[in-house]
């Protein structure tokens, strides 16, 4: 018995019959469809996906046909019965209770969106987005013309929802309780994301909460706790999601510290005939090694199929999970892997870190921007724990390469020796991700010592900073208190630096770090100590002092 479709239930079910002709394989969904690309919902809306059923993978009727499935769909499991092993379920399509027994039950219900007792949680023009009921309904409200939107929450669906309404004209507000968009991203890299939507129209309401909602003059009113009242036709709740375990709970299974279902090795709950995965199991983390939540389609594909192999007596076992994830944002592109640097800190593991600006592809070959890459690898052998990359072109390839090197142990000096393939349309001969290796690799060895933005004011300030980029771009912007000594002027003015620094730590800085770095080697070479360059230059700098 499968309770639950989508990524976990489906694969499950159709790796079961994959390796058993004779199994009955029952398959229980609550809903409509079985099997849908619930990471699409929102480009339906916005149009990009037009047709409806191109969001359908599987049908229930595909699934009887092809691999014998018992499908049930308008079917919920309600109970578990585990001393006699039977499931109690509500047969909405023919009105009526029933229990049907099993030999292994697998659980894959997956997380529901958060919705807080607020005041107005129930109003008819507040959704949220988990189905394609869900989907439906909002996309009949914007066909219908709705004018203005009221999106809170600014991770995945938040932000996927804020480009598609925008798509169809709507005017949109989002509001996020932090101080930036995109949480699983550390704060410097969201910076240009927030950029970006501002230049997009998009009125953001950072640090902000949504506190109640009321009739508006459109439909609904949503009121700030910084007194602000927001009307609009809709509002869409994204403020995240919980497993959905309370089945579970009744039954009696264990559930971890992160309130996600405990599951071993196999998947199995601390029932051994009991089964579950998906967004509602925790997982270990890959970096971290500590219990997590992290909600991701490809892990409960892999998870589904781990659960079928085991049933069917296989020995096959799940890992971790590390988070790699991608985001479209308009035209820009945000995607992270493995553990974040407020993470880190969090859990006190010691970390090194970098900042790059390379380009997606040959820079001389049209229609490529800079990158904002930023790496963040253990002190000593370089492990790599964790990357984010913000851009337009060329992330999802440098962000699924670094999703390896951590899966694969691969160390930031092991990066430099990756054979990528190249062509100008596509990367660089030397590409971000070796790019990246070299860096890691001067800072491991002692080559060079970064400095970082948040440095500033506190940490530098009894230093002297030095601005080797030109003079044109010094007069344009520049750090405040900062001397201009242009990089192709630093070996001939070596004793006014000598005279300027007078003992204090230099801090070096340009546009992205290339010019810089090679200042720093100039100056070390010439017997200069107390010096450092700042990661990431100019570009991440401003990222971090708005």
Same mark, same amino acid.
């Given at each position: 018995?499968?309770?639950?479709?989508?990524?976990?239930?489906?694969?499950?079910?159709?790796?079961?019959?994959?390796?058993?002709?004779?199994?009955?394989?029952?398959?229980?969904?609550?809903?409509?469809?079985?099997?849908?690309?619930?990471?699409?919902?929102?480009?339906?809306?916005?149009?990009?996906?037009?047709?409806?059923?191109?969001?359908?993978?599987?049908?229930?009727?595909?699934?009887?046909?092809?691999?014998?499935?018992?499908?049930?769909?308008?079917?919920?499991?309600?109970?578990?019965?585990?001393?006699?092993?039977?499931?109690?379920?509500?047969?909405?399509?023919?009105?009526?209770?029933?229990?049907?027994?099993?030999?292994?039950?697998?659980?894959?219900?997956?997380?529901?969106?958060?919705?807080?007792?607020?005041?107005?949680?129930?109003?008819?023009?507040?959704?949220?987005?988990?189905?394609?009921?869900?989907? !439906? *309904? %909002?996309?009949?409200?914007?066909?219908? @013309? $709705?004018?203005?939107?009221? &999106?809170?929450?600014? #991770?995945?669906?938040? =932000?996927?929802?804020?480009?598609?309404?925008?798509?169809?004209?709507?005017?949109?507000?989002?509001?996020?309780?932090?101080?930036?968009?995109?949480?699983?991203?550390?704060?410097?890299?969201?910076?240009?994301?927030?950029?970006?939507?501002?230049?997009?129209?998009?009125?953001?309401?950072? !640090? *902000? %909460?949504?506190?109640?909602?009321?009739? @508006? $003059?459109?439909?609904?009113? &949503?009121?700030?706790? #910084?007194?602000?009242? =927001?009307?609009?036709?809709?509002?869409?709740?994204?403020?995240?999601?919980?497993?959905?375990?309370?089945?579970?709970?009744?039954?009696?299974?264990?559930?971890?510290?992160?309130?996600?279902?405990?599951?071993?090795?196999?998947?199995?709950?601390?029932?051994?005939?009991?089964?579950?995965?998906?967004?509602?199991?925790?997982?270990?983390?890959?970096?971290?090694?500590?219990?997590?939540?992290?909600?991701?389609?490809?892990?409960?594909?892999?998870?589904?199929?781990?659960?079928?192999?085991?049933?069917?007596?296989?020995?096959?076992?799940?890992?971790?999970?590390?988070?790699?994830?991608?985001?479209?944002?308009?035209?820009?592109?945000?995607?992270?892997?493995?553990?974040?640097?407020?993470?880190?800190?969090?859990?006190?593991?010691?970390?090194?870190?970098?900042?790059?600006?390379?380009?997606?592809?040959?820079?001389?070959?049209?229609?490529?921007?800079?990158?904002?890459?930023?790496?963040?690898?253990?002190?000593?052998?370089?492990?790599?724990?964790?990357?984010?990359?913000?851009?337009?072109?060329?992330?999802?390839?440098?962000?699924?390469?670094?999703?390896?090197?951590?899966?694969?142990?691969?160390?930031?000096?092991?990066?430099?020796?990756?054979?990528?393939?190249?062509?100008?349309?596509?990367?660089?001969?030397?590409?971000?991700?070796?790019?990246?290796?070299?860096?890691?690799?001067?800072?491991?060895?002692?080559?060079?010592?970064?400095?970082?933005?948040?440095?500033?004011?506190?940490?530098?300030?009894?230093?002297?900073?030095?601005?080797?980029?030109?003079?044109?771009?010094?007069?344009?912007?520049?750090?405040?208190?900062?001397?201009?000594?242009?990089?192709?002027?630093?070996?001939?003015?070596?004793?006014?630096?000598?005279?300027?620094?007078?003992?204090?730590?230099?801090?070096?800085?340009?546009?992205?770090?290339?010019?810089?770095?090679?200042?720093?080697?100039?100056?070390?070479?010439?017997?200069?100590?107390?010096?450092?360059?700042?990661?990431?230059?100019?570009?991440?700098?401003?990222?971090?002092?708005?």
């Amino acid at each position: 018995m499968i309770v639950g479709g989508v990524a976990a239930g489906a694969s499950a079910a159709v790796r079961a019959r994959r390796l058993s002709e004779v199994a009955d394989i029952v398959l229980l969904e609550r809903g409509e469809h079985v099997s849908f690309a619930n990471c699409g919902l929102p480009y339906h809306i916005g149009g990009e996906i037009s047709k409806h059923d191109d969001l359908l993978v599987v049908t229930p009727d595909y699934l009887r046909q092809t691999f014998n499935i018992d499908v049930r769909t308008g079917n919920e499991a309600v109970s578990i019965d585990r001393d006699r092993k039977l499931l109690t379920i509500h047969d909405y399509v023919g009105d009526r209770i029933y229990q049907e027994s099993y030999d292994k039950l697998v659980l894959c219900q997956g997380a529901a969106p958060v919705t807080p007792p607020l005041p107005g949680i129930d109003h008819p023009r507040l959704f949220t987005l988990r189905n394609i009921p869900d989907m !439906d *309904t %909002i996309k009949a409200i914007v066909d219908a @013309g $709705a004018r203005r939107a009221v &999106v809170i929450g600014a #991770n995945y669906i938040g =932000l996927e929802m804020v480009e598609a309404l925008s798509r169809r004209g709507m005017h949109i507000d989002l509001v996020e309780m932090q101080r930036q968009l995109m949480p699983s991203l550390d704060a410097e890299m969201a910076r240009e994301l927030e950029c970006h939507l501002e230049d997009k129209g998009i009125r953001l309401h950072l !640090d *902000t %909460i949504a506190e109640s909602f009321t009739d @508006g $003059a459109g439909g609904i009113r &949503v009121a700030l706790n #910084n007194g602000e009242k =927001l009307e609009a036709d809709m509002a869409l709740l994204a403020i995240g999601v919980r497993p959905e375990t309370d089945m579970a709970l009744n039954a009696g299974l264990e559930t971890g510290i992160s309130g996600g279902l405990r599951v071993d090795r196999h998947m199995r709950t601390s029932d051994p005939d009991i089964y579950a995965a998906g967004d509602m199991v925790e997982v270990s983390h890959t970096v971290t090694g500590e219990p997590s939540l992290i909600p991701l389609a490809g892990p409960a594909n892999r998870q589904g199929r781990i659960v079928a192999n085991h049933v069917m007596g296989r020995d096959s076992t799940y890992g971790s999970t590390q988070g790699t994830s991608i985001l479209k944002v308009f035209e820009m592109t945000a995607a992270c892997t493995g553990a974040s640097e407020k993470l880190l800190k969090k859990l006190n593991i010691p970390y090194r870190k970098i900042y790059l600006h390379p380009y997606g592809h040959a820079s001389y070959y049209p229609g490529t921007s800079q990158m904002h890459m930023k790496l963040l690898y253990g002190p000593g052998l370089g492990k790599v724990l964790g990357a984010q990359i913000v851009g337009r072109d060329g992330v999802d390839k440098r962000i699924d390469i670094l999703a390896t090197a951590i899966r694969g142990d691969i160390t930031v000096y092991d990066m430099r020796e990756l054979e990528l393939a190249y062509a100008p349309p596509y990367g660089s001969a030397r590409d971000p991700v070796n790019y990246a290796g070299f860096v890691a690799a001067n800072d491991l060895r002692g080559d060079v010592e970064f400095w970082y933005a948040e440095d500033y004011p506190g940490k530098t300030a009894g230093g002297l900073l030095l601005d080797v980029r030109t003079k044109k771009e010094f007069r344009a912007w520049h750090i405040e208190g900062a001397v201009n000594v242009p990089l192709h002027e630093i070996r001939s003015r070596l004793d006014e630096i000598r005279g300027l620094q007078q003992g204090r730590p230099l801090f070096l800085y340009c546009l992205v770090g290339i010019r810089s770095y090679l200042a720093y080697r100039i100056l070390r070479l010439h017997g200069f100590e107390h010096l450092s360059t700042l990661a990431g230059g100019k570009k991440t700098f401003r990222s971090v002092h708005r």
